[in-house]
């Protein structure tokens, strides 16, 4: 049987056996109808703000704003949020040398001059003051500490705005059950410790820090107090559906409008699988298959769904390019090195929780937790990053095709296989 997955910000078909395949898991967002421009639904959610005055009341043209947008990691469509938002400050009389626009990249490496053009627009890029956060700058201002004792430390252009608007996303998130809202800015607006508190084992391994959950989640609760200490006043997010495509747009209050896009957008996600497979053919879209950090999210994505479709020994399948190899940010290489340096991942895992590891390694740690319970391959992986992906303990290959019938025939001939080709926005639930 031949099914089409998502591989770059193209497409592949792969072939299974009819007698092997499970089935094709895709969430309810897979059969969502024709839909609105983004362009209209922004215009929309702004007109329509959720829990707060309009947009165009809420700042006086003395005010300094920040705008807090994202990085190349999130499907989030800038290039049209921010020319809306900046179109609506300029109606109030603010002046463009009271705005800053912060790209929040947390630990991932700063945009280019052109993906900063890419991303938010060259007549944006060439008109505004354009910033990439840097998490280890020694400017960064202490706003003290959460209740659970994070410490809070925020990118000055951020801490010291008047007003403070945030562009996402909203799509199930591994740690913080949801991206979007406060996460830009507690972790795309902060320092290197704050980022590291929020990723250590202790918060990842709490009953209640899972993928597709708010309620009782530690990192959700630090993320909004953090946020909380600046004037962050409104977002605009996105809900992200397959292929990163956006099938709604929420705008207003930081945490009631993204409440409300949670609520709309959980029951879309969700899907059902009858019983857990030998192989699980896992895919994503082109800003998550750039670099092997990012990729490494469609096999841990599905392994902490509310259930686990993998056989124990099992494997993840990943198609994704990785271009960029392990990932050029500073959080990417300490992932790449920190999974180099164990050949057994439980021994990754106890050393990580028994000492801790630096921000951005955390995706070495969720990472070996899924190796502990099934292996990880990289389908169609670029040729100059194969070796590298062997050396972090995956199996990789270059043609996806090959990927796929080397591991069926290592799995044998009755071998049981389930497709997910939107892994991080599918949570998976077995049939009672």
Known sequence: MRITLPFGNGKTVIAVPRKNLLGVITPVTEKKKKLPSVTFMAKQAIAHSIGSMLLSG???????????????????????????????????????????????TGLHRPLSKKEIQDKIGNAVAGTYKVVNH??????????????DGCPILINPIVARADTVIATGVIEPHQWAGYSGGRKSIAIGASGEATIGWLHRPAVFDHRYTKLGNLKGNIFHRNAQEIAAKTNFKFIIAGIVGPAGSIIGVV??????????????????????????????????????????????????????????????????????????GPGKGTGEQRFFKLLCA?????????????????????????????????????????????????????????????????????????????????ALQTLMEKKA
């Open 58 to 104: 809420m700042v006086s043209r003395s005010h300094s704003v920040t705008l807090v947008v994202t990085d190349t990691t999130r499907p989030c469509p800038d290039h049209i949020f921010v020319p809306l938002v900046l179109r609506e400050l300029a109606a109030m009389g603010v002046v463009k040398e009271k705005i800053t626009i912060v790209i929040a």
């Open 134 to 147: 840097n998490p280890r700058a020694r400017n960064l201002v202490h706003l003290g500490k959460t209740l």
């Open 251 to 324: 705008a207003g209050h930081p945490d009631k409008a993204f409440n409300a896009g949670v609520a709309r957008a959980d029951p879309l996600y969700r899907a059902l699988f009858k019983k857990e497979a030998d192989i699980v053919v896992t895919g994503l879209e082109g800003s998550k298959s750039t670099n092997i950090y990012q990729a490494t999210r469609a096999a841990t994505y599905a392994m902490f769904s509310p259930d686990a479709p993998v056989k124990k020994g099992g494997a993840f399948i990943v198609p994704a390019r990785c271009e960029e």
């Open 342 to 422: 164990y050949k057994d991942p439980s021994a990754l895992v106890r050393h990580a929780r028994a000492h801790g590891y630096p921000g951005g390694a955390q995706r070495a740690y969720i990472t070996a937790r899924v190796l502990e319970h099934a292996d990880i391959v990289f389908a169609g992986i670029h040729p100059r990053w194969r070796k590298s992906a062997e050396k972090m303990g995956f199996r990789a290959y270059s043609n996806v095709q090959s990927a796929i019938d080397q591991t069926i025939a290592q799995y044998g001939p009755k071998a049981e296989i389930l497709v997910v080709p939107h």
